[in-house]
């Protein structure tokens, strides 16, 4: 079981914060929700309200209903609300234009949450990948038990390369070469690889079985040509078996980086996406409660 990384959620003290980022923040954050708690009262309760807040930055927001001038004007000079028909119809209008943005403040509200929640799941569903792919991690990020397994791991993989190297060798294109009698006449040549030995006598005549070129009439040894003499049939039917494997295999690995890559630049993509609606939403939310306010 794994342990927690985070401490989880906490009791904030409630003291000033010496951090000049921190309250900047937090100040955003928490007028946001102190106004929308103030509309969601006057929707319920139909009660006039304001609120006026000067930010650390010596700004100030407000917030009101029917209006901050209204309520204040009311306070100060403790007059009681003069309805007349006209006032009547204003306040019909202003009520209905702050429920519909107080709806669309909602749904909006309700519309980055679900985005948010995505992109933690697939934040989530990232990570895990990347768990499940602990060998590519740095060697000393590895626990005991990952460690043995990348020891066996690898231990097949060299196993692999050693067949692998067996197999090229002995693909690998044979030579002749003179043993005697420089001048190519009545000598012997012998056929050196790595799984048959031949030996040959001029005029193009085989002690063996293979198939080659010849010409024993060449006097310059230094630029004699290299022959490939293969074996019997299932010599032959073995290394070109062996070729397609490995082609094949080289085929796969080529598709299976290809789309490593298209993943990436897929997971990318959306990342991106995430990043703009987030970015709409959150605009489109701050929009809307300045309106209201």
Request: aromatic share 6%.
């Amino acid at each position: 079981m794994m342990s927690k990384k985070s401490k989880g959620r906490q009791k904030i003290q409630m003291a000033r914060m010496e951090k000049e980022s921190n309250l900047l923040v937090t100040f955003s954050k928490r007028r946001s929700g102190l106004f929308k708690k103030a509309s969601e009262l006057c929707i319920l309760c139909g009660v006039e309200i304001a609120i006026i807040v000067f930010s650390p930055g010596k700004k100030v927001f407000s917030f009101g209903h029917p209006s901050v001038d209204m309520i204040l004007d009311r306070f100060v000079k403790q007059n009681p609300p003069q309805y007349s028909s006209t006032s009547q119809l204003m306040e019909a209008h202003r009520n209905a234009n702050i429920h519909e943005l107080n709806r669309q403040l909602i749904y909006e509200t309700s519309q980055l949450e679900i985005e948010k929640n995505k992109s933690e799941e697939l934040t989530k569903i990232r990570k895990e990948g990347m768990d499940n792919h602990w060998w590519e991690a740095p060697i000393e990020n590895l626990g005991l038990d990952e460690l043995e397994r990348l020891k066996v791991a690898m231990g097949f993989l060299k196993k692999a390369i050693d067949e692998q190297k067996k197999w090229i060798v002995a693909a690998s294109p044979l030579q002749i070469v003179p043993v005697s009698c420089p001048n190519g006449i009545n000598g012997e040549y012998v056929v050196k690889g790595s799984r048959l030995e031949l030996t040959m006598t001029p005029h193009g005549f085989v002690l063996g079985y293979g198939q080659y070129e010849f010409q024993d009439n060449e006097e310059d040894w230094s630029n004699m040509r290299t022959f490939e003499v293969y074996g019997d049939q299932s010599v032959r039917l073995e290394l070109e078996k062996e070729r397609a494997a490995k082609e094949n295999l080289e085929n796969c690995v080529k598709h299976l980086e290809k789309d490593r890559e298209e993943e990436r630049e897929q997971s990318r993509v959306e990342r991106e996406k995430e990043r703009a609606e987030r970015e709409r939403l959150q605009k489109r939310k701050d929009d809307i409660i300045k309106r209201i306010g």
